[in-house]
């Protein structure tokens, strides 16, 4: 095997070290001190982020187009022979391996660092809590589980991080599983992400059957070799299936519904899962497949479409929501839609920056939220909080530059990346980016609707909660410090060419982005041929429309403070549509969880009716009946057998039996009857001589 | 002069007061005497024939039988003890608990 340096071949290693950490937790975490498991926890990830740092610096220092490194560590599931749908047959044998490049490597990078940070965080923010060891044990077992999915080398491995990263999201939602919402929220995530699980499953199967691998590295061969025609059924097919997993995992509609409930976990958790790392899952696996993906432009006009309405919907959500993570929740939604609007419409190089870049603010605007809650001693309604700027005033100041971030102002990172996407969307379809920049102005406006609810304005927290405002630690604050400074320069290395940048990050991702000849070359590409004209005005419109949504936010949260609600009360019919999520719980409830409750009330009475009644009451009744006429011969003809000769044997004793008194002298006269008897016998006998 | 005839004659009376004792009295104790009384009957025959055959062993088997009977009458009276403990009676006819 040829080498590349300690950290490539040992790259194996990274998931290892949270698995350890998560390991000793189970085994022995009950016992451990709260420093020990911290330190114990908190350093594995420490050490796997150095690990992979060490590994993408070497990776780095690779010539551009060799970027990629393979370790098989040992034969996973030898299952032999097998027969491809076209007839051939051909080996199947998954390998447990990693692999290394430039796209996982920027994921790699994401989910240790942010990891990393978060898992800081906790330590201050979880210091409190019960159960302390067990949170920290499903964190380490998260990021083991999402380490395998991002670095496994073929799909099934990747399924095992993709089912493990949706057991501990389930784990840490449910995680204050004495408290009902917060085990009904686990659930609902568990069992809307196997219905898209299902799908994820049902591709990976279409893929082997029809490419004979599902090694990454041999599907773009694969392919090839396949001479699949653009357009071909089988691709949209396994490209539509892989989508209906992304759509679970990522939170798009029409799965979305889990994600905001999901907020009932601890907010670390709402920040590495269900910001940061687990949500972004699908992106990764889109883009990991997008030589499937671009052979099929239905496939890829289904991901833009969804992603594009997903955006605007649940922005359109995150308008009227109360509670601080709830809006934070909707719009991690809205984002990832942004993400597969990104995807859909050819341009995965910025589909993955924003993942990197949502990535960054999106936590810090988590972990902020859970310093102001922190701060509030628990109060997640923003309606009462205002004018918290001066009392902790690091988290409201991080917390604004991951606001502006993600609001899409220059030059913060979130205007690179919202804007790569954005241009690819205008030369695929102006709709999908007029979606996209209403979307952007949606944003603007509700997470400065949430800004100024939450640190400006007037006061409105009750008295009791007022006096215990603080900041919080710096285990907490430095992580927010960290994060802000990501969120401002993380966009840099993304830097469009029109605005006299190198566009590093597009560069770098390419060679993992198929190209199809000239009418499938990536829209992002074309892009930037396209008139620069057109690009500044783009640009300029998406940066006019953000600054539209904050002031707007700013002259109805903080001048005219009446606005919102006589605005609500104008349009109550829609404000209701909205606070209300447009029903889609109550109409899911209606439609599917009520009627495989139906289902399964249907199933029970079956059961209950022809399994229990006809079939196991039946026989246990046959047998009743027959040990009833058993029992009958048994009493009668055995039993009755058996007193017949007891009977007979009492009917021949009795003239024995009424000799025998009890009376002593009654015996005594028979022996002496008996004896004169005998005597007389005996004399008899003899007959001694008379004299 | 007392022939062996005049011994076996009173020997038989007392012989046959015993037995009757025994079969018609109903206090235990009476029926242990009219024992002893059988028993006696008995040990004037052994004397009597070994006066009669010059011989010592009719004698020996005398004291033997004595002897016997102090251990019965122990033994007996011991039992009857007991029994009254129990039943509070000494009569013989209450003592019919050994019977089907």
Same mark, same amino acid.
């Given at each position: 095997?040829?080498?590349?340096?300690?950290?490539?071949?040992? !790259?194996?290693?990274?998931?290892?070290?949270?698995?350890?950490?998560?390991?000793?937790?189970?085994?022995?975490?009950?016992?451990?001190?709260?420093?020990?498991?911290?330190?114990?926890?908190?350093?594995?990830?420490?050490? =796997?982020?150095?690990?992979?740092?060490?590994?993408?610096? $070497?990776?780095?220092?690779?010539?551009?187009?060799?970027?990629?490194?393979?370790?098989?560590?040992?034969?996973?599931?030898?299952?032999?022979?097998?027969?491809?749908?076209?007839?051939?047959?051909?080996?199947?044998?998954?390998?447990?391996?990693?692999?290394?490049?430039?796209?996982?490597?920027?994921?790699?990078?994401?989910?240790?660092?942010?990891?990393? !940070?978060?898992?800081?965080?906790?330590?201050?923010?979880? #210091?409190?809590?019960?159960?302390?060891?067990?949170?920290?044990?499903?964190?380490?077992?998260?990021?083991?589980?999402? /380490?395998?999915?991002?670095?496994?080398?073929?799909?099934?491995?990747?399924?095992?991080?993709?089912?493990?990263?949706?057991?501990?999201?389930?784990?840490?939602?449910?995680?204050?599983?004495?408290?009902?919402?917060?085990?009904?929220?686990?659930?609902?995530?568990?069992?809307?992400?196997?219905?898209?699980?299902? #799908?994820?499953? /049902?591709?990976?199967?279409?893929?082997?059957?029809?490419?004979?691998?599902?090694?990454?590295?041999?599907?773009?061969?694969?392919?090839?070799?396949?001479?699949?025609?653009?357009?071909?059924?089988?691709?949209?097919?396994?490209?539509?299936?892989?989508?209906?997993? %992304?759509?679970?995992?990522?939170?798009?509609?029409?799965?979305?519904?889990?994600?905001?409930?999901?907020?009932?976990?601890?907010?670390?958790?709402?920040?590495?899962?269900?910001?940061?790392?687990?949500?972004?899952?699908?992106?990764?696996?889109?883009?990991?497949?997008?030589?499937?993906?671009?052979? &099929?432009?239905?496939?890829?006009?289904?991901?833009?479409?969804?992603?594009?309405?997903?955006?605007?919907?649940?922005?359109?959500? %995150?308008?009227?929501?109360?509670?601080?993570?709830?809006?934070?929740?909707? =719009?991690?939604?809205?984002?990832?839609?942004?993400?597969?609007?990104?995807?859909?419409?050819?341009?995965?190089?910025?589909?993955?920056?924003?993942?990197?870049?949502?990535?960054?603010?999106?936590?810090?605007?988590?972990?902020? $939220?859970?310093?102001?809650?922190?701060?509030?001693?628990?109060?997640?309604?923003?309606?009462?909080?205002?004018?918290?700027?001066?009392?902790?005033?690091?988290?409201?100041?991080?917390?604004?530059?991951?606001?502006?971030?993600?609001?899409?102002?220059?030059?913060? %990172?979130?205007?690179?990346?919202?804007?790569?996407?954005?241009?690819?969307?205008?030369?695929?379809?102006?709709?999908?980016?007029?979606?996209?920049?209403?979307?952007?102005?949606?944003?603007?406006?509700?997470?400065?609707?949430?800004?100024?609810?939450?640190?400006?304005?007037? &006061?409105?927290?009750?008295?009791?909660?007022?006096?215990?405002?603080?900041?919080?630690?710096?285990?907490?604050?430095?992580?927010?410090?960290?994060?802000?400074?990501?969120?401002?320069?993380?966009?840099?290395?993304?830097?469009?060419? &029109?605005?006299?940048?190198?566009?590093?990050?597009?560069?770098?991702?390419?060679?993992?982005?198929?190209?199809?000849?000239?009418?499938?070359?990536?829209?992002?590409?074309?892009? $930037?041929?396209?008139?620069?004209?057109?690009?500044?005005?783009?640009?300029?419109? =998406?940066?006019?429309?953000?600054?539209?949504?904050?002031?707007?936010?700013?002259?109805?949260?903080? $001048?005219?403070?009446?606005?919102?609600?006589?605005?609500?009360?104008?349009?109550?019919?829609?404000?209701?549509?909205?606070?209300?999520?447009?029903?889609?719980?109550?109409?899911?409830?209606?439609?599917?969880?009520?009627?495989?409750?139906?289902?399964?009330?249907?199933?029970?009475?079956?059961?209950?009716?022809?399994?229990?009644?006809?079939?196991?009451?039946?026989?246990?009744?046959?047998?009743?009946?027959?040990?009833?006429?058993?029992?009958?011969?048994?009493?009668?003809?055995?039993?009755?057998?058996?007193?017949?000769?007891?009977?007979?044997?009492?009917?021949?004793?009795?003239?024995?039996?009424?000799?025998?008194?009890?009376?002593?002298?009654?015996?005594? /006269?028979?022996?002496?009857?008996?004896?004169?008897?005998?005597?007389?016998?005996?004399?008899? /006998?003899?007959?001694?001589?008379?004299? | +002069?007392?022939?062996?005839?005049?011994?076996?004659?009173?020997?038989?009376?007392?012989?046959?007061?015993?037995?009757?004792?025994?079969?018609?009295?109903?206090? @235990?104790?009476?029926?242990?005497?009219?024992?002893?009384?059988?028993?006696?009957?008995?040990?004037?025959?052994?004397?009597?024939?070994?006066?009669?055959?010059?011989?010592?062993?009719?004698? @020996?088997?005398?004291?033997?039988?004595?002897?016997?009977?102090?251990?019965?009458?122990?033994?007996?009276?011991?039992?009857?003890?007991?029994?009254?403990?129990?039943?509070?009676?000494?009569?013989?006819?209450? +003592?019919?608990?050994?019977?089907?």
């Amino acid at each position: 095997m040829e080498t590349h340096g300690y950290f490539l071949d040992h !790259l194996w290693m990274i998931p290892l070290f949270p698995a350890a950490g998560a390991l000793l937790m189970f085994l022995f975490g009950r016992r451990l001190k709260n420093a020990v498991v911290s330190t114990i926890c908190v350093g594995s990830v420490i050490i =796997s982020f150095i690990f992979a740092v060490a590994a993408v610096m $070497s990776l780095l220092a690779m010539p551009a187009e060799h970027r990629f490194v393979e370790i098989v560590l040992f034969d996973w599931v030898p299952a032999g022979a097998m027969h491809m749908t076209n007839g051939a047959l051909m080996r199947f044998d998954v390998p447990w391996g990693v692999m290394l490049d430039p796209l996982n490597a920027v994921m790699v990078l994401v989910v240790t660092g942010v990891g990393m !940070l978060i898992h800081i965080y906790s330590v201050g923010y979880m #210091g409190h809590e019960g159960g302390y060891y067990r949170f920290f044990g499903y964190l380490n077992l998260f990021m083991f589980s999402m /380490l395998t999915l991002i670095l496994a080398n073929n799909m099934l491995l990747m399924f095992v991080g993709w089912e493990g990263v949706g057991l501990c999201s389930y784990l840490l939602i449910g995680f204050y599983f004495l408290k009902k919402s917060a085990s009904d929220a686990g659930k609902k995530a568990f069992v809307v992400n196997r219905i898209g699980d299902g #799908g994820f499953l /049902l591709g990976l199967f279409l893929i082997l059957g029809t490419l004979g691998t599902i090694n990454f590295h041999e599907i773009g061969p694969a392919i090839a070799a396949g001479h699949f025609p653009i357009g071909a059924p089988v691709m949209t097919a396994i490209a539509l299936l892989l989508f209906v997993g %992304a759509t679970g995992k990522s939170a798009q509609i029409p799965l979305y519904v889990w994600l905001p409930d999901a907020m009932e976990g601890p907010t670390p958790v709402s920040a590495l899962i269900h910001a940061a790392t687990m949500v972004t899952a699908g992106v990764y696996m889109v883009t990991r497949l997008n030589a499937i993906f671009q052979l &099929s432009p239905i496939a890829m006009d289904v991901v833009a479409i969804v992603g594009a309405t997903t955006a605007i919907f649940a922005a359109s959500m %995150a308008l009227v929501q109360n509670d601080i993570k709830r809006v934070l929740a909707y =719009s991690t939604i809205s984002q990832l839609g942004y993400m597969f609007l990104g995807l859909g419409v050819g341009a995965f190089t910025a589909g993955v920056f924003h993942l990197m870049t949502h990535a960054f603010f999106k936590a810090l605007l988590f972990l902020g $939220s859970g310093s102001v809650i922190h701060a509030m001693s628990g109060e997640q309604d923003m309606r009462k909080m205002g004018a918290l700027f001066s009392k902790i005033p690091t988290t409201a100041r991080t917390f604004i530059v991951a606001t502006v971030a993600i609001a899409g102002i220059p030059p913060l %990172a979130g205007f690179f990346s919202k804007d790569a996407i954005l241009g690819a969307a205008y030369e695929r379809s102006p709709i999908l980016w007029i979606v996209g920049w209403v979307t952007a102005g949606m944003t603007a406006f509700y997470m400065f609707r949430l800004v100024n609810m939450t640190f400006f304005g007037k &006061s409105r927290v009750d008295h009791e909660v007022e006096h215990h405002i603080h900041e919080s630690p710096l285990l907490m604050t430095a992580p927010l410090l960290v994060l802000a400074v990501l969120s401002i320069v993380g966009g840099w290395i993304g830097w469009p060419e &029109s605005l006299w940048g190198s566009d590093h990050f597009a560069h770098f991702l390419s060679p993992v982005i198929a190209h199809y000849g000239e009418e499938g070359a990536s829209v992002a590409e074309k892009a $930037s041929r396209g008139a620069l004209t057109m690009e500044y005005l783009l640009m300029l419109a =998406s940066v006019l429309i953000a600054a539209t949504g904050i002031a707007l936010a700013w002259r109805w949260y903080i $001048s005219e403070q009446e606005r919102p609600g006589k605005f609500a009360a104008r349009f109550s019919g829609a404000y209701r549509l909205l606070e209300h999520k447009y029903y889609v719980d109550e109409i899911y409830d209606a439609l599917f969880v009520n009627r495989t409750k139906d289902l399964g009330t249907a199933l029970g009475s079956f059961d209950r009716g022809v399994i229990d009644g006809a079939g196991v009451n039946g026989v246990g009744l046959v047998t009743r009946i027959i040990s009833r006429i058993s029992m009958w011969w048994d009493k009668w003809i055995v039993d009755g057998l058996v007193n017949v000769a007891a009977r007979f044997v009492g009917v021949l004793s009795y003239p024995t039996r009424i000799l025998q008194t009890g009376k002593v002298s009654g015996y005594a /006269l028979m022996i002496v009857a008996g004896l004169i008897a005998l005597l007389g016998y005996y004399l008899h /006998l003899v007959r001694l001589p008379v004299h | +002069m007392l022939s062996i005839t005049h011994y076996l004659v009173l020997s038989l009376a007392l012989f046959t007061i015993g037995v009757i004792g025994v079969v018609t009295r109903r206090n @235990v104790i009476i029926i242990l005497m009219s024992i002893e009384l059988i028993l006696n009957a008995v040990n004037i025959n052994l004397v009597a024939f070994s006066r009669l055959f010059g011989s010592v062993e009719g004698q @020996v088997f005398a004291i033997f039988i004595i002897t016997d009977a102090a251990a019965e009458a122990a033994v007996g009276l011991g039992i009857i003890i007991a029994f009254f403990r129990n039943r509070e009676t000494v009569l013989a006819d209450e +003592m019919d608990l050994l019977k089907w």
